[in-house]
């Protein structure tokens, strides 16, 4: 005869099998506990991500490569009309002729030139000296031109006598008077006297160098203050470590040692970070 126990198991056992069975069925919206952002995750120790900063950098990255497609279009018109820039390359192309011309430099020369200002620029240095032990053909060297070492990048490279431009091969007197009217004097470029007593200014376009209304050459490839564009000044470092540079009409951030550049969150501006 079986127990008390087992009749009292037995029962509740035939009870279990009689009741209703819970339908199965997807989750209703009520039963999810909606998470903010701000409060951390309960399942792993993580940051929570919110979508809208990146969003709000892919948005600031297009802005900023939209600004420096401007930036490189505004940088080829120089901030001149069409109109303008072809007469001073009319009138640049004119004085070259001449020069040629007077100084008996033919295409065979040039080229050599070329070759040997490419050459001279894998010399350092830090005196002229050294840039002109470099020369063994004078013919490699314009008229009114010397191997000269620049201070910036202490590379050896071709210059010319104050007052003259180097263009073409060639050094181009710059014009100090136009008729009645004076000139003046810029580096990296010279003025040319164009018809009706004008001074027109010709800067380096092969270096980076354009005019602006001022009557300077600014450099757009390397210039702090006129990178990309004349009046494009490079930003500080946003936590005041470091300072700003122009590369290949790219702003940058020079950091001192034991820092790398790195950007805000949003891209908008860059800063030193170290440990």
């Not at 919206?29 to 701000?38: H, K, M």
């Not at 091969?169 to 009217?181: F, K, L, Y």
């Not at 300077?216 to 936590?239: K, Q, R």
Request: charged share 15%; glycine share 10%.
């Amino acid at each position: 005869m079986p127990s008390l126990k087992a009749c009292f198991a037995a029962f509740a056992l035939a009870a279990l099998a009689f009741s209703p069975v819970a339908r199965a069925g997807g989750l209703d919206g009520s039963d999810l506990v909606q998470q903010s952002p701000s409060q951390p995750s309960l399942l792993f120790d993580a940051t929570p991500v919110d979508l809208r900063p990146s969003e709000a950098r892919a948005n600031s990255a297009a802005r900023v490569k939209r600004a420096r497609l401007a930036a490189a279009k505004q940088a080829k018109r120089g901030l001149s009309s069409p109109a303008s820039h072809d007469a001073s390359h009319a009138l640049l192309k004119r004085h070259l002729e001449e020069t040629y011309a007077r100084e008996g430099v033919t295409k065979g020369i040039l080229r050599r030139r070329a070759i040997f200002a490419r050459r001279l620029k894998r010399y350092r240095c830090a005196r002229d000296r050294v840039c002109a032990q470099a020369v063994t053909d004078p013919s490699d060297i314009p008229v009114n031109g010397a191997a000269v070492c620049n201070p910036q990048t202490h590379l050896c490279q071709v210059g010319c006598q104050p007052g003259f431009f180097l263009t073409g091969g060639v050094c181009v007197q710059s014009a100090s008077t136009c008729g009645p009217n004076t000139c003046g004097t810029t580096s990296n470029g010279a003025f040319l006297c164009a018809g009706g007593n004008v001074c027109t200014l010709v800067c380096d376009t092969i270096n980076g160098f354009v005019a602006t209304p001022q009557n300077t050459c600014v450099n757009l490839v390397t210039s702090e203050d006129n990178c990309g564009a004349i009046g494009n000044v490079c930003p500080p470092s946003y936590n005041g470590i470091g300072s700003p540079w122009c590369r290949s009409r790219q702003c940058g951030l020079r950091c001192p040692p034991g820092y790398y550049s790195k950007r805000t969150q949003d891209g908008q501006f860059l800063f030193c970070y170290g440990s």
